[in-house]
């Protein structure tokens, strides 16, 4: 889980939180979220990213 929250950092964009989709499915519901897409994050591939918005009111 490390190693994938540093790549997604390294992928990030000022001011965002960008999230994996395990969590984008543990929180979906509860925050809005934007697809990013799919990004190629080095040793695991392509995964589905997302950008963390807003809780849900």
Known sequence: M???????????VPDRVHV???????LQGRFTFEARGAIELKGSGPMNTYFLNAPVS
Not at 2 to 12: D, I, K, M, Q
Not at 20 to 26: E, G, K, M
């Open 20 to 26: 994996s989709d395990a969590v984008f499915q543990r």
């Open 2 to 12: 490390v190693n994938t929250a540093s790549r997604l950092e390294s992928h990030g």
